[in-house]
């Protein structure tokens, strides 16, 4: 079984801080994804990154898959309350062919 | 399109219940599955499908039974409830799943079950 160890669990910041969530896994993924979930709702999908050492920017998030393609970061600059919610990675491919394997998600609140 | 539609919304069930839960998708996506989310433990597969006719075991799929008579509809049954199955259940759908890539999966709303 495929294993993806998310970091820290839980982010409490101020507004305007930066922050790094990271996703890392001891197997290699063809590709990883992150997801982002508000309360009450399903996690909706916000980048795919699919080739080692590749930086994908989305305004103020940027995510990064590691030159082995065994981990993933995202980093957030000047965070906003808008920016609340649970964050999830998700790696397919290797040995989970047909299966979207979860990491336990990063709990962030932001306060203004 | 209404996208990936879950009835229903919260179930309460008592112990050895069974019941079925609906997941409908209107995008024509070839592959469904249905996960489990409980507190610290992020998303957990219970079981998927590439197509019609075609199903297969997830990570947790002790307890609950699917099949896929048609494109749109993916439904997972709890055949005698346990406690341990109090979660939220989401059901997704995405256009494909290779073995090498992951398409964009889109998840519908939910259903909050409590087993007493």
């Known amino acids: 079984t495929q294993l993806l160890e998310q970091s820290p669990q839980f982010l409490s910041i101020q507004e305007g801080e930066n922050l790094t969530v990271y996703c890392n896994s001891s197997s290699v993924f063809s590709s990883l994804q992150w997801y982002r979930q508000e309360p009450g709702e399903g996690p909706v999908l916000l980048v795919t990154?699919?080739?080692?050492?590749e930086v994908k920017k989305l305004k103020r998030l940027t995510f990064q898959f590691g030159d082995a393609r065994k981990d993933s970061s995202l980093h957030i600059t000047a965070a906003q309350p808008g920016d609340t919610g649970l964050y999830l990675c998700a790696g397919a491919g290797g040995t989970s062919y047909g299966k979207l394997t979860f990491g336990q998600g990063t709990i962030l609140t932001v306060h203004p | 399109n209404a996208g990936v539609t879950q009835t229903p919304k919260f179930q309460v069930l008592k112990t050895g219940q069974s019941m079925t839960l609906q997941c409908a998708q209107d995008?024509?996506?070839?592959?469904m599955s249905w996960y489990r989310q409980d507190p610290g433990m992020g998303l957990r597969l219970i079981h998927y499908?590439?197509?019609?006719?075609?199903?297969d075991q997830g990570e947790v799929p002790n307890g609950y039974n699917v099949s896929r008579s048609t494109t749109e509809d993916f439904p997972l049954r709890l055949l005698s409830a346990a406690p341990s199955q109090t979660s939220v259940y989401f059901c997704a759908s995405s256009y494909a799943f290779s073995s090498g890539m992951s398409y964009e999966q889109y998840f519908g709303p939910g259903t909050r079950l409590t087993v007493t």
């Open positions: 990154v699919v080739t080692g050492g």
């Open positions: 499908s590439v197509g019609a006719g075609i199903t």
């Open positions: 995008m024509n996506h070839e592959y």
